[in-house]
C-alpha cells in the first residue's frame, strides 16, 4: 500500500481548494458580484442618464441619451468591450434623477452613472468616482437684465435650487459667508427650477455654471436669461460607481486617462461646448493632470 507523508496530503489538498477556488466568480470586497465579471457573462454594461442636465446628459425627443457625460460612458463601455475580448457588449441605458442617481448604483441597478455628479468626501463614504470629467462652479440666473453680478445680488431673493445637491449646500454656505440673506426655493428638476423663475416664484435659479449655460440656450426663445458674473463654489465632476470595485474603477479610468492623454476629449469638448469657445485653464489643467500614463 502507497503511503503519503503529511507535507504531501497537505499540498495535495492545498492545490485541490485553488483549483475549486478559480472556478468561483469573482466577487466585490462588499460581497456583490464584481462588475467586470457581471458584464463578461451578460456581455451587458447598463449606465445611468438624466433627462434634463444639458448638455452632458439629457435626452432627445425619443428619449435616446445624449451628451458629454454620456458619451464618456459610451467610450468606457467601448474600452471594457476591447479590454475583455468578449466582442460586442450591450449598453441599457437606464433612466435615473439628481435625488436617486445614488441609489441606482448602491443597489446594483446600474454599473456606472453618467451625468453631473461632484465628488465629496460625504458622498464617498456611499460610493466610488472615476478619475475627473469636468471642474464647475455653482452659479445662478435671473431673468434679463436683473442684477447679477454676484452672490451679494441675492439678497433678500428667492432662489430656486435642487434639493440635495451640493448646490445647494454651497449656496447656504456662501450667502452665509457674505452675511446673505436668501430664501431657498427646493425644487427637484432643472425644468423646474426654471418654471419656478418663469412664474415668478423665484428670483433666480442656481446650479453649476456650464448646466445653466445648456439651459439658457435650450430655453432661449422662450425665457431669457443672464449668468451671474462670479460662481460661488468649486464642483469637480466624475462618473459614479460602486465602492470596492477596484478592477471596473481601474477599466473605467484607463479608458478616461487614454481619452485626456492622447487629446481625444477635444473632439468630444467640441461636439457639445464648441459654441461656448474654448476649454477654459482649468478645464485643460485637468485633462492634463487626469491623463495618467499607462
Not at 454620456?70 to 457588449?89: S, T
Not at 441605458?93 to 465628488?119: M, N
Not at 454676484?150 to 447656504?172: F, H, P, Q, R, S
Request: one cysteine or more; hydrophobic letters at 45%.
Amino acid at each position: 500500500m502507497k503511503t503519503y507523508s503529511n507535507k504531501n496530503v497537505f499540498m495535495s489538498s492545498l492545490l485541490c481548494c485553488l483549483g475549486f477556488a478559480a472556478t468561483l466568480p469573482a466577487f466585490a470586497a462588499d460581497g456583490s458580484q464584481a462588475t467586470l465579471e457581471r458584464i463578461k457573462a451578460t456581455k451587458t454594461i447598463r449606465l445611468g442618464h438624466l433627462a434634463q442636465s444639458v448638455p452632458f446628459s439629457f435626452a432627445d425627443e425619443k428619449g435616446a441619451p445624449l451628451g458629454y457625460s454620456v458619451e464618456l460612458c459610451q467610450r468606457v463601455a467601448a474600452g471594457i468591450e476591447q479590454e475583455l475580448g468578449i466582442g460586442e457588449i450591450k449598453v441599457q441605458w437606464v433612466p435615473v434623477t439628481l435625488a436617486d442617481r445614488f441609489e441606482k448604483v448602491i443597489d446594483d441597478s446600474i454599473d456606472l452613472e453618467c451625468g453631473i455628479t461632484t465628488i465629496t468626501l460625504e458622498r464617498r463614504q456611499k460610493v466610488d468616482f472615476s478619475l475627473m470629467t469636468w471642474v464647475d462652479g455653482g452659479s445662478f440666473v435671473v431673468r434679463a437684465k436683473r442684477p447679477h453680478g454676484g452672490i451679494g445680488d441675492l439678497d433678500g431673493k428667492k432662489v430656486a435650487v435642487i434639493a440635495g445637491t451640493t448646490t445647494e449646500g454651497a449656496l447656504g454656505e456662501a450667502a452665509k459667508k457674505d452675511f446673505v440673506k436668501i430664501d431657498i426655493v427646493q425644487v427637484k428638476e432643472h425644468l423646474e427650477g426654471l418654471e419656478a423663475l418663469a412664474q415668478g416664484k423665484a428670483d433666480a435659479y442656481a446650479a453649476d455654471q456650464t448646466v445653466l449655460i445648456g439651459l439658457a440656450l435650450a430655453v432661449r426663445d422662450k425665457l431669457q436669461l443672464d449668468l451671474a458674473d462670479r460662481n460661488f463654489s468649486f464642483e469637480p465632476y466624475a462618473l459614479t460607481l460602486r465602492r470596492n470595485d477596484p478592477d471596473f474603477k481601474l477599466a473605467v479610468d484607463r479608458t478616461l486617462a487614454r481619452l485626456y492623454r492622447t487629446g481625444q476629449v477635444g473632439a468630444i469638448y467640441d461636439r457639445w461646448f464648441g459654441k461656448l469657445g474654448k476649454p477654459s485653464a482649468m478645464l485643460r489643467a485637468m485633462f492634463a493632470i487626469e491623463g495618467l500614463p499607462e
